[in-house]
C-alpha cells in the first residue's frame, strides 16, 4: 500500500474498533508523570501514524498540567503531516511537539526519554530485538517502555500470512514479544487488553468502507490480488465473524508490555 492508502485504511479500520479507545484508558490511568516542578516529561512514539492515538494521549496529560515534550516518528511522511495538524488543531501549543519524519532505526536522538512507546509498529521492523534494546538505551533513569502488540488470533491468524510474505520473516505478534524478552531476561508487565472490530461493511453494501478494512487487515492494497485469493479472504473473514444484533464482530485484543529501565 502507499502512505496515502494506508493512512486512509488505518483510519477507517480504527474508528470501527474500541481497542483505540481501550489503549488510550491505559494511558490515562497508567502514565502518572511525577516530575518535580519546572521539569518537562519527554515522550517518544516511535511509529506515530497520523497523531490520531498520540494527540489525544498529550491531551489527556496536558489536562494534568504536565509540561511536556512530545516526539512522534515515523517514515511515513504523510502520517507525519497529519500529526502536526492535529496538533494544531487541538491546540497544544505550550507543549513541544517534534516529528521526526524517519525510521528508529535512523533515529539519533539528543536526549533520553520518560516515556518510550511503541503501540502497533513493533511488525513493521526488520530487527524488533535490536530496535526494543535501543530503545531502552533512550530510556531516563526512571523511563518506561510501553509495547502495545498484537496476539495471534482468529484475525492475525489471516493477517500473519500476508505480513510474512509482504516483509519476507515472520511476525512478530505479543507471544513471540513475550518470548524474546524471556529469552532476553527483562523484566516486564503484561496484561491483555479485549476489544473488538466491528467488520459489517465486509459482507454488505458499504463496499467502499469494506475494501477498506480488508486492506488495512491484510496490510495489501486487494485489487491487486487475484481473484481467488479475495475469496478465500472473504470466505475466512466470513468463518470467524461474530453476529451481535445487526452487526458482525471479530475480537481484537492487544497485550501491553511494559518494561523500566
Ligand atoms: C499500524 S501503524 C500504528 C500507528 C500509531 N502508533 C497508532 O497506533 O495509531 C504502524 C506505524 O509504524 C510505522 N513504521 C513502520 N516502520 C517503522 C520503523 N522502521 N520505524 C518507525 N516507525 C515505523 C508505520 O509508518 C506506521 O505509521
Known sequence: MDEERFLATHLVYERRSNQRQRILEWFAEEV???????ETFDI???GCGGGHLDVPIAST????AVRLRYTGLDPNVVECESFARLWRAAALDEAHLEVVAESFEDFRASRSFDLIHFVHCLYYMPEPAA???RARQLLSPQGRLVVFQAPRGALNELAGRFYDKQY???TLFSEDLGVLLDDWGWEYERQRIDASLEVSPLFGTDRETGLALRDFIVQVDGRRLPAFV???VERYLTSIRVRDGEE???????????MRE
Open 32 to 38: 502518572n508523570p511525577n516530575v518535580s516542578d519546572g
Open 44 to 46: 517518544l512514539s516511535v
Open 61 to 64: 496529560l496536558f489536562d494534568r
Open 131 to 133: 530496535a526494543l534494546e
Open 168 to 170: 519476507g520473516r515472520p
Open 230 to 232: 479475495q475469496e478465500l
Open 248 to 258: 458482525f464482530r471479530i475480537a481484537h485484543p492487544v497485550d501491553v508490555f511494559v
